[in-house]
């Protein structure tokens, strides 16, 4: 039973429940006939059950050995069976051909309950993501049209009707509704959205009716992506499961050899007859093959990969789980992974030569490209006023943003960033973001360009316009996840942040971490990592934005805010917290450990029924159908126990 075949390749769903039914009537006449005396039946019935029971074992196990010279286990249990009803004919013992018909049964019942059970993983997994709608209904020039989601347009309006499930992602332009969006979060608590905000395909709409605009190809949509990680996430093998495939391969073929000597040796060593001897090597290649060590690893990454998703977790590979178990070091960002992200301005401050509403427009214009929290709250306080969006904008990951506007360089972002443009930064006002920093909040600089537009800026072309301070709020979940993270055993949290020491003492301070790295570009958060890993080896980094992406790569385990998260941070992390909760990462830790306690078992599990049923069939204590039976049922129980994670 070569168990990543035989998940991989679901084509016919009940063509192996039907082989082993059609086997086991076969097997039951051909009984019926041997004890009625009608041997020629018998004779005839008893190979059509071979046939039917080990056909298809039997082709993939050949094809195996034809074209990739190895040996599979599938077709060591088909020699054994076929070597039984050889010693059956040839000593006119057909109580032996039964026996081998017993094996091949066996055999085909437990493919087939192994196949129901990855069926049945495969399905929990689907069945969380296939709640896209296949069509949505368009307005055309005040009519509703229904239109595969796959015509869509961009800039297509959409109308979703209370109840109704959203066909693709977009962005309200009118209505008020709640909507649950567990299919992505795994949340069933109720979200409020109106006029603005972003909905996402596969959740579902409550009582209002809404307008959406179409704002990405329906293929890209958060669902449809998530759905293609997990279909990745299948198709991949953890290296302990590579191993395993490893193993398998070097082990049939010591399983060839040891058989053949077995076959051939007891009768002069300790004076076996014959037909025992063959008869215990025939048992022997049964007992002694590793189907239900293969069958330990994957059916139980596969459900907690399933569990996971059920909670918002999600994991792109089997091998992730393992991972997370045994991590010792945990790295957070600090904007919108510790904190909420959603920012607000909650002060401008200005030179005696520009206004407030002079900094907050000049920024805006810049902010208005930027992805990251501080941009979107910039922009939403200078919403009212009126700017035009600047040009030839550039956003400096971990710094700040440059640009153009109303032909004017300007240049927003952090002070030690800012500094490289303007000759100094004015006393009174630093002196004031100092304060504003130690209270946990962001203060970002803007400066403009003062000797006329067009030339690349230099120190002291630019003059200090103002600042802005940024409040942003600790998640009500951090406090308690540091806590959690540290009772779990993890030995060292950090923070590690771009923005400045003072604020980010203040807000770890506020979470309980006590080692801050700050003021740290996107490569800095990197090596903080791999010094981690020094002293760690498996380090996990959690974190939302572009900036993170490097450390996310590096780290042992990236673990991203998925919601909230920046594309570039959901496509580098391992792990992606798909309802942004914090409190998931200790739930995907736990998960981690009790999918390898399971393996372990397993494994614990396989090895013990290998080694009674091998030391049963040397002593002679068992017969084919019992080693086959034991065999079998071991493979089944680790299939079954690994299934217990989907609950
Ligand atoms: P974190 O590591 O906490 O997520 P970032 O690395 O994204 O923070 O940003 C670090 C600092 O760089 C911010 O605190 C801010 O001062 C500045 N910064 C980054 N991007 C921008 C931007 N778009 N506008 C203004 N300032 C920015
Ligand atoms: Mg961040």
Known sequence: MLYPQRFTQFTNEHADTLAALLCGLLLFLGWL????????????????????????????????????????????????????????????????????????LIFAISGALEGYAMRRTERSIRSLMSLTPDTARVLHQGKEEVVPISQLKLGDEIVVKPGELIPTDGMIVSG??????????????????????????????????????????????????????????????????????????????????????????????????????????????????????????????????????????????????????????IAFDKTGTLTTGQVQVSQVISTSEYSQLDVLKAAATLESYSEHPIGKAIVQAANDLDWVRGVEVQAIPGQGITGI????????????????????????????????????????????????????????????????AIADMVRTEAVATITCLQKLGVEEIVMITGDNQRTADSVAQAVGINRVYAELLPEDKLDVIRSLQKQYQIVAMVGDGINDAPALAQASVGIAMGGAGSDVALETADIVLMADRLEKIAAAIKLGRRSQS?????????????????????LGNINLPIGVIGHEGSTVLVTLSGLRLLK
């Open 33 to 104: 006939a041997l004890h009625l005396g009608a041997l020629g039946w018998a004779l005839l019935l008893l190979p059509a059950a071979y046939v039917i029971g080990g056909y298809e074992s039997a082709r993939e196990g050949l094809t195996t050995l034809i074209k990739e010279k190895e040996l599979d286990v599938d077709l060591l249990m088909i020699v054994a069976a076929v070597g039984a009803a050889s010693l059956g004919l040839w000593r006119r013992e057909y109580h032996l051909i039964i026996d081998g018909a017993i094996l091949i």
């Open 176 to 329: 008020y509704s709640t909507l649950n969006e567990a299919a992505i979060t795994g949340e069933s608590l109720p979200v409020e959205k109106t006029v603005g905000a972003e909905v996402f395909a596969g959740t579902l709409n409550g009582y209002g009716a809404l307008k959406l605009q179409v704002h990405k190809p329906a293929e890209s949509s958060l669902i449809q992506r998530v759905i293609r990680l997990v279909e990745q996430a299948q198709t991949e093998e953890p290296p302990s499961q590579q191993f395993i495939d490893r193993f398998e391969r070097g082990y049939a073929r010591v399983i060839v050899i040891a058989g053949i000597l077995l076959a051939t040796l007891p009768p002069f060593i300790w004076g076996w007859d014959w037909e025992t001897t063959i008869y215990r090597a025939l048992t022997f290649l049964v007992v002694a093959s590793p189907c239900a060590l293969m069958a330990a690893i994957m059916p139980t990454l596969l459900s907690g990969i399933a569990n996971g998703a059920r909670q918002g977790i999600l994991f792109k590979n089997g091998a992730q789980l393992e991972k997370i178990a045994k991590v010792r070091a």
């Open 405 to 468: 506007a109303n032909n004017q360089k300007v240049v927003v972002g952090k002070a030690t960033f800012v500094q490289q443009y303007v000759a100094q930064l004015p006393e009174s006002l630093y002196s004031l973001a100092q304060s504003l920093e130690q209270e946990g909040k962001t203060v970002v600089w803007v400066a403009q360009g003062c000797r006329g537009a067009g030339v690349q800026g230099s120190k002291g072309d630019y003059e200090v316009m103002g600042a802005i």
């Open 598 to 618: 399971i393996v372990k078992q397993n494994i614990a599990i396989a090895l013990g029924f290998i080694i009674l049923l091998l030391i049963g069939n040397f």
